[in-house]
T-cell receptor, first 116, second 114 residues
Framework: KQEVTQIPAALSVPEGENLVLNCSFT??????LQWFRQDPGKGLTSLLL?????REQTSGRLNASLDKSSGRSTLYIAASQPGDSATYLC???????????????FGQGTTLQVKP | DTEVTQTPKHLVMGMTNKKSLKCEQH?????MYWYKQKAKKPPELMFV???????INESVPSRFSPECPNSSLLNLHLHALQPEDSALYLC?????????????FGQGTRLTVV
């Protein structure tokens, strides 16, 4: 079964800390992996997209890595700020025989609180 | 412009009502998706349209009926819903031609079934 798992489920850190969020997936037949941010009651904002052939992507204070062989991705947030408080979702686009778009499957998310 | 627009933002409907959710994008994307998200849970895939044809239906009950009238528009028709169908309904799009594409999501429609 194609699954995505995220740990930890929740994380609370003081402002300024560097932190790592983890994502694991069960099937290496993936197109790409995408990290999203979701604020309470809102939609999803795309943070980073890593293609299956890439090892990492960076955007500002965010860095995402991908190890397809071990089925793992990490999202590194440098110098965290209170405005980073949100739920972070990892989504894997698995190949699917029924559709050329594949299936974007989400992990349970990590809820981050950054305290001032 | 990476915007996916969903209307309405909020919807309250009775179990005998018929309503529709609307999603629009003008990025030229050829794949569009409906997701359902319950509180404190991840989004769950419902339907995928690729080049205006339904390509994935994740065994969704027939009281949910998707429609893709053109490449920019995606509707979700609702009929005889149950209170447990109350959730945030998210629409997404990505460029067509395969899976190596980035998905963009709308802000969602908060649906309450009474």
């Amino acid at each position: 079964k194609q699954e995505v798992t995220q740990i930890p489920a929740a994380l609370s850190v003081p402002e300024g800390e560097n932190l790592v969020l983890n994502c694991s997936f069960t099937d290496s037949a993936i197109y790409n992996l995408q990290w999203f941010r979701q604020d309470p009651g809102k939609g999803l904002t795309s943070l980073l997209l890593i293609q299956s052939s890439q090892r990492e992507q960076t955007s500002g204070r965010l860095n995402a890595s991908l190890d397809k062989s071990s089925g793992r991705s990490t999202l590194y947030i440098a110098a965290s700020q209170p405005g980073d408080s949100a739920t972070y979702l990892c989504a894997v686009r698995y190949a699917d025989f029924s559709s050329n778009t594949g299936k974007l499957i989400f992990g349970q998310g990590t809820t981050l609180q950054v305290k001032p | 412009d990476t915007e996916v627009t969903q209307t309405p933002k909020h919807l309250v409907m009775g179990m005998t009502n018929k309503k529709s959710l609307k999603c629009e994008q003008h990025m030229g994307h050829r794949a569009m998706y409906w997701y359902k998200q319950k509180a404190k849970k991840p989004p769950e895939l419902m339907f995928v349209y690729s080049y205006e044809k339904l390509s994935i239906n994740e065994s969704v009950p027939s009281r949910f009926s998707p429609e893709c009238p053109n490449s920019s528009l995606l509707n979700l028709h609702l009929h005889a819903l149950q209170p447990e169908d109350s959730a945030l309904y998210l629409c997404a799009s990505s460029s067509g031609g395969g899976g190596y594409t980035e998905a963009f999501f709308g802000q969602g429609t908060r649906l309450t079934v009474v």
